[in-house]
């Protein structure tokens, strides 16, 4: 079944440090995969997604992630976090079947003044 | 306007009790779900409807009960409340793409509080 798993479950930044969060699938064919956002006490977000094409993706807020199939990984990047970035981060593929979105655990970001 | 919409946004209630939770898309979706966010932040999917037919049923207990009326709502109840379903509740849509589906659509969560 695909899954996702998250390397990272607290991570505490700096304004303007570079951000990495780790994302990996576990193999089954077609991939589909997301990275959402939830900020304190909101909704998930889309952040990006991958469907096919190009693996580098760019989505809101100056986030990217690429999709590198050989390593069976969607890591999520970008270049200069702000304060306003602190929130939960969490990466998604579809099972086989296509109707459920299976979540990773999650990695909570905290960025310092 | 809200493309997924659920009601009520906070509930407390007494262990034991019977609830409800609505949740409505206007996307015109043909998949919705409800998701359990625990205390930790993991979402774990519990159902997953689509066209109105059930798909998933991810071992809940029975005393969660999802309907769907129509492809545009998905309503949960829950009987008899323990205090370890207090969690945030999310309602999700997405639709099929023909190469794989779309990303979901999330709901502005319910806080459960059972007392």
């Known amino acids: 079944a695909q899954s996702v798993s998250q390397h990272n479950h607290h991570v505490i930044l700096s304004e303007a440090a570079s951000l990495e969060l780790g994302c990996n699938y576990s193999?089954?064919?077609?991939?589909?995969l997301f990275w959402y956002v939830q900020y304190p006490g909101q909704h998930l977000q889309l952040l990006l997604k991958?469907?096919?094409?190009?693996?580098l993706v760019k989505g809101i807020k100056g986030f990217e992630a690429e999709f590198i199939k050989s390593k069976f990984s969607f890591n999520l990047r970008k270049p200069s976090v702000q304060w306003s970035d602190t929130a939960e981060y969490f990466c998604?593929?579809?099972?086989?079947?296509?109707?459920?979105?299976?979540f990773g655990k999650g990695t909570s970001l905290l960025v310092t003044p | 306007d809200t493309a997924v919409s659920q009601t009520p946004k906070y509930l407390v209630t007494q262990m034991g009790n019977d609830k409800s939770i609505k949740c409505e898309q206007n996307?015109?979706?043909?998949?919705m779900y409800w998701y359990k966010q625990d205390s930790k932040k993991f979402l774990k999917i519990m159902f997953s409807?689509?066209?109105?037919?059930?798909?998933i049923n991810e071992t809940v207990p029975n005393r969660f009960s999802p309907k769907s009326p129509d492809k545009a709502h998905l309503n949960l109840h829950i009987n008899s409340l323990e205090l370890g379903d207090s969690a945030v509740y999310f309602c999700?849509?997405?639709?099929?793409?023909?190469?794989?589906?779309?990303?979901?659509?999330f709901g502005q969560g319910t806080r459960l509080t059972v007392v």
């Open positions: 999700a849509s997405s639709q099929d793409r023909g190469q794989g589906r779309s990303e979901a659509f």
């Open positions: 193999y089954g064919g077609t991939v589909n």
């Open positions: 991958y469907f096919s094409g190009d693996p």
């Open positions: 998604a593929v579809y099972s086989n079947s296509g109707y459920a979105l299976n």
């Open positions: 996307l015109g979706h043909d998949t």
């Open positions: 409807y689509n066209n109105k037919e059930l798909i």
